[in-house]
């Protein structure tokens, strides 16, 4: 019981948070030895120290320390360590980074391609064809008669006079002209006029005056253009000289008479056109330039921003920090 009570309180002596193991079972025997020189009175082996350290009893009540269910024991120690500290940076670099994307653009190229109009041509063939129709026609004439006198009637004598023959045509044909179209309307003119107002005395001022309108109907005839085809007869006088021989006494004169003049319907052969025609197609082609598009690749390169930035570490410098380190033993495993 002695040595029980003895070494325990060795155990709680020699406890220090802060040291080793190694430390801790020096420190024990030392003190174990001191204790036992000066208070042990027997001296023989049995109660030497090499002989203690197997039948050593160790109460787990009084061991320090905090036990697990694996049978150790923990202690919390606080231990300073040195430490390098540094001031912590951030260095960055900006650069620019050229990248390229292929891309199409659209352009443009000359081609040369035919192409073709369709036309028609208009092939006509005219011919005459008589048609006879009935014109009327006033023949006008002037005869030569003879006039001679009382003298004695000499030989005879033959003489080519010339006669007077006109023909009158009557051309018809239509025309479009203007005819105005007029009617009468009456439109209102009106006038401002001033009437004099009643006042009896009137010697000191000007007489007092109104404003009145007076209107009055007045004929107006409006008229406007239309067109209408209207026919027209248009006369055309041909006249010609026939040859005429005349035999006459030489004291015989020839001379021009009175106009005689008749109507006959005459029928005539006019040749009328007539068109035969036909469409003809006909195909025209040329050349023409044109332009058509293509894609052409193209390298499309811009300048990128890109930063590049490195954690620094700058003027280091030597720390002390307190740390708690947690020792853990087992007592099972303690040699003495």
């Not at 018809?172 to 009896?200: A, G, S, W």
């Not at 007489?207 to 009055?216: D, V």
């Not at 006088?237 to 021009?256: Q, R, V, W």
């Not at 954690?311 to 853990?328: A, L, Q």
């Amino acid at each position: 019981m002695y040595l029980n009570a003895l070494f325990t309180f060795c155990l709680l002596g020699a406890w220090n948070p802060t040291g080793s193991s190694q430390a801790f079972n020096r420190d024990i025997l030392q003190r174990f030895q001191k204790l036992q020189e000066k208070h042990n009175p027997f001296n023989s082996e049995e109660y030497s120290v090499e002989a203690l350290k197997g039948k050593t009893f160790i109460n787990p009540d009084k061991i320090p320390g905090t036990r697990r269910p694996d049978g150790t024991y923990c202690l919390k120690k606080v231990v300073e360590i040195e430490e390098t500290e540094f001031d912590r940076g951030m260095d960055c670099h900006h650069t620019f980074q050229r990248k390229c994307h292929l891309t199409y653009i659209t352009d443009y190229s000359s081609s040369s391609e035919e192409k073709c109009d369709t036309d028609f041509k208009k092939n006509c063939h005219i011919t005459f064809k008589p048609v006879p129709h009935n014109e009327k026609i006033k023949i006008c004439h002037t005869p030569l008669i003879r006039q001679c006198n009382d003298q004695t009637q000499g030989p005879e004598v033959c003489t080519t006079e010339y006669e007077n023959y006109c023909e009158t045509k009557y051309k018809v044909y239509e025309l479009d002209q203007d005819e105005p179209k007029c009617q009468m309307v009456e439109e209102v003119r009106c006038l401002n006029v001033t009437v004099e107002l009643f006042q009896i005395d009137s010697s000191k001022t000007s007489p007092p005056f109104a404003l009145r309108e007076k209107c009055e109907k007045w004929p107006v005839q409006k008229c406007e253009l239309n067109k209408k085809t209207v026919t027209k007869v248009h006369p055309e006088t041909s006249c010609k000289k026939i040859p005429k021989e005349i035999c006459a006494p030489s004291n015989c004169k020839t001379l021009p008479g009175e106009e005689i003049c008749k109507e006959e319907t005459r029928t005539l052969v006019q040749n009328v056109p007539e068109e035969d025609c036909d469409l003809e197609p006909q195909e025209n082609c040329r050349m023409e330039s044109s332009l058509v598009p293509r894609l052409v690749p193209k390298n499309n390169c811009i300048k990128v921003p890109k930063e590049v930035c490195v954690n620094t570490k700058k003027n280091p410098k030597k720390v002390k920090k307190p740390i708690i380190k947690e020792w853990c033993f087992n007592p099972n495993e303690l040699e003495y």
